[in-house]
């Protein structure tokens, strides 16, 4: 997006992948009810942990109507921890749980290994949609490459989740699943974040081009 004359951005016409989430904030509550859930089940058992869950998914939601906040994450989060519950309530096991999780994981991992073998990588497809830019990042070289990396990175991280808290899965050893689900959520991501955010500023300024 080019800046008006007065050197400062023109507001976006429509809002970004971000904005659509509900921002930082919105991304972070739809992961709540899940956070919940690990937290109960270890603590307690299957079936107060699964309303536990429910009860903070439906909060979530009250809580975002009241502050007329996006709805979108909070539903989002809400069906997601309803057909986790709904796994672990048939088949009486608390790691049912979190088998959504991990077939989530194996998806994106292999997307995200697929788009490097194509050469989109969706680090970058995934960056420039949350800031509502096109995708002209491609046809620089340096921006590729750096977006290439952060992808595979990426893709490490979804494969570790699927490798440990599968072998966890099959070992139902649910209570260090939880712990491993919570270990491997946002440290990880936040680390694969950061360096996404390195590679890229650091390909602008070996190419001079502005950071988005």
């Known amino acids: 997006m080019t800046a008006g004359p007065d050197g400062e951005r023109p507001a976006r016409e429509t809002p970004t992948l971000l904005d659509q989430m509900g921002g930082v904030s919105g991304v972070i509550a739809s992961t709540i009810p899940v956070g919940v859930f690990v937290v109960a089940n270890v603590l307690s058992d299957l079936q107060p942990a699964i309303i536990a869950a429910l009860v903070a998914g439906v909060a979530v939601a009250v809580y975002r109507i009241v ?3 996006p709805l979108q994450p909070a539903i989002s989060g809400l069906f997601g921890v309803g057909l986790a519950a709904f796994i672990a309530s048939r088949t009486g096991e608390a790691r049912g749980f979190y088998l959504p999780g991990l077939i989530t994981s194996a998806f994106f991992g292999l997307a995200f290994l697929v788009s490097v073998l194509v050469r989109w990588p969706l680090a970058g497809v995934v960056w420039h949609g949350v800031n509502g830019d096109g995708h002209g ?6 921006l590729l490459r750096a977006y290439t990396w952060a992808t595979l990175l990426w893709t490490l991280v979804f494969a570790s989740r699927v490798v440990l808290q599968g072998l966890l899965y099959d070992a139902n050893e649910e209570t260090w699943l939880g712990v491993a689900r919570l270990a491997m959520g946002y440290p990880l991501t936040g680390l694969a974040l950061l360096f996404t955010i ?9 190419t001079g081009t502005p950071a988005t």
Request: proline share 6%; charged share 40%; aromatic share 12%.
């Open 198 to 206: 390195w590679a890229v500023r650091r390909a602008h300024r070996t």
């Open 137 to 142: 990042w491609r046809r620089n070289p340096a």
């Open 67 to 69: 502050r007329k906040q």
